[in-house]
């Protein structure tokens, strides 16, 4: 099969890849802006293959995009390209729209002219894959709630709202035209080639560089962690196996509220870099994020009943995994931050009153 991935030189696009060549016959087009967090690094391992193609183009660009479908032939389309961090979307929300919408909406007007053109055999195996979040559900009411595929919409951020304006939009092309679409929504991800902006790899190079560990609030948050590996293995599943139409939700079953988590990166590291003084010396608690969800939860018992995916990792083997990634590879730290973003407080919002 021959897998059109945007945004395939980011952090969950790079993992889907790297699981399709390592673990399949399957071929690879690569399309990537290479934003501040997009970068060919990731891919190193796989770019030797003769199944791995790139192409650095902008999902906005209807003429480049209707190139690459007709110069590679895509049998099917995985949708990862965003903008996905929620403070950069409270800072500036118009980059979030411009690429999370109307880019969804173009990728799907030119897959959806490509689409129509394919003789019966290969229009009938055509699919388009969108990966969204479990933060278009908003916040979790209760303690024992759990999203599912049919918990209404509730966006709190301006990425949020843009991703879900994304699956309502691919959803309205699947019933009004007939293109064959599958979404799916997932929990927070970790693991490596994590761009340092998010917590989980903040917290590690904050840590080891004697820097502040900033938790918003009292780090009661609560989000359900999945290992990316894991992820990247369900989406394929999904995309080869599942039912066009549908909606999957896909959890790791690992419910952690922030400060656990930083206090857990923080024991790992006493074990592994004994500091003079605890890391936990440097949790500071910094005003909370504007229209800041307090938990996220999935259940993800379709996907695993349907397709038989499982998460592999828990969170204890996740987080270990993770924090030694992060430790032999500092140096590909040191490369991706372009001077752009030097893990300083982002999503204040400034005009906001909080």
């Known amino acids: 099969m021959k897998l059109l991935i945007t945004g395939g030189a980011g952090f969950i696009g790079s993992a889907v890849i790297r699981h399709v060549i390592a673990n399949t016959a399957d071929s690879v087009i690569i399309v990537d802006k290479l934003t501040y967090a997009g970068n060919l690094e990731s891919l190193a391992e796989v770019s030797d293959s003769e199944r791995y193609h790139f192409e650095q183009v902008d999902i906005c660009d209807r003429a480049e995009l209707e190139r690459v479908f007709k110069q590679h032939q895509p049998e099917a389309v995985m949708h990862l390209a965003a903008e996905s961090h929620v403070d950069r979307s409270i800072d500036g929300p118009a980059a979030f729209i411009e690429t999370n919408i109307v880019g969804t909406y173009t990728l799907l007007e030119v897959a959806r002219s490509y689409w129509r053109e394919l003789d019966e055999k290969r229009k009938s195996r055509f699919r388009f894959h969108h990966i969204s979040t479990d933060e278009v559900f908003g916040d979790l009411d209760g303690p024992e709630a759990l999203f599912t595929e049919q918990t209404p919409y509730a966006p709190s951020s301006p990425y949020s709202a843009s991703k879900a304006s994304s699956d309502h939009l ?37 840590a080891l560089e004697g820097k502040p560990l900033p938790v918003y609030g009292k780090g009661e948050q609560i989000r359900d962690w999945l290992h990316v590996e894991d992820h990247a293995r369900a989406l394929y599943r999904v995309v080869t196996e599942g039912k ?61 009943r349907e397709l038989g995916w499982v998460p592999q990792e828990t969170f204890d083997s996740g987080i270990r995994k993770t924090v030694l990634w992060y430790l032999e590879n500092q140096e590909w730290c040191r490369r991706v931050q372009d001077g752009s973003y030097q893990r300083e407080r982002l999503g204040m919002a400034n005009e906001v009153d909080v």
């Not at 064959?180 to 190079?205: A, D, Q, R, V, W």
């Not at 592994?272 to 800041?292: E, F, M, N």
């Open 170 to 206: 691919v959803r309205a092309w699947r019933r009004t035209y007939g293109l064959p679409t599958l979404i799916t929504n997932c929990s927070n991800n970790y693991g490596p080639y994590h761009f340092p902006e998010k917590l989980i790899p903040l917290m590690i190079l904050n």
């Open 244 to 304: 066009v139409g549908e909606t999957y939700n896909i959890g790791g079953h690992n419910e952690k509220q922030n400060i656990e988590v930083v206090h857990t990166i923080c024991a790992l590291l006493e074990e592994l870099v004994p500091s003079s003084s605890p890391y936990t010396s440097l949790i500071t608690y910094v005003a909370d994020r504007p229209g800041h969800d307090l938990r996220y939860a999935i259940d993800a018992g379709k996907i695993q």
